[in-house]
T-cell receptor, first 113, second 114 residues
């Protein structure tokens, strides 16, 4: 089955710096890769996603890149702000109809001002 | 607010107690999910319901019993739990049971088993 590895587990940056979180997946047939942000006391919330027919997607300060050959995808946050501090999860779909997402272990991002 | 509510937000129970977690979604979705979130571990999918029918049970112990009376409500009945069951239990919903549809999560129930 699908397996998703996420690195790093913790990331500390200064406000204004960029942050990059990387994930790898094992099932080459996976075709949907969302990123979720979980703030303290809340459930995960989708912030951006990418499908296998594109290599990059951007939404303001957030971007995701996908390398299908290498089976990895990354989240890029530019000009980080303290409110970006949260736990970020990547996920991938296994190649089985009607099944749910497989999540990475999460990255705790801390942005200090 | 995501449109998915969970009650209670916090629950402390003894190993011999019986309690239930409730999830309600106001989004008109057809698929609902229970996840377990433990520290330092990935989100663990427990159960999946599609149009009130259970479609997936990821080898969850029988001390966890789900119930889905309709597409808007999902329950997780708990009995004779173990301390290692202490975790954040998250409910989610999606429009359809296809993993490419966005899942909307509730805030979770923080469960402590003493």
């Amino acid at each position: 089955g699908e397996n998703v590895e996420q690195h790093p587990s913790t990331l500390s940056v200064q406000e204004g710096d960029s942050a990059v979180i990387k994930c790898t997946y094992s099932d080459s047939a996976s075709n949907y890769f969302p990123w979720y942000k979980q703030e303290l006391g809340k459930g995960p919330q989708l912030i951006i996603d990418i499908r296998s027919n594109v290599g990059e997607k951007k939404d303001q300060r957030i971007a995701v890149t996908l390398n299908k050959t290498a089976k990895h995808f990354s989240l890029h946050i530019t000009e980080t702000q303290p409110e970006d501090s949260a736990v970020y999860f990547c996920a991938a779909t296994p190649n089985q109809a009607g099944t749910a997402l497989i999540f990475g272990k999460g990255t705790t991002l801390s942005v200090s001002s | 607010e995501t449109g998915v509510t969970q009650t209670p937000r916090h629950l402390v129970m003894g190993m011999t107690n019986k309690k239930s977690l409730k999830c309600e979604q106001h989004l008109g979705h057809n698929a609902m999910y229970w996840y377990k979130q433990s520290a330092k571990k990935p989100l663990e999918l427990m159960f999946v319901y599609n149009f009130k029918e259970q479609t997936e049970n990821n080898s969850v112990p029988s001390r966890f019993s789900p119930e889905c009376p309709n597409s808007s409500h999902l329950f997780l009945h708990l009995h004779t739990l173990q301390p290692e069951d202490s975790a954040l239990y998250l409910c989610a919903s999606s429009l359809e049971l296809e993993s490419s549809y966005e899942q909307y999560f509730g805030p979770g129930t923080r469960l402590t088993v003493t």
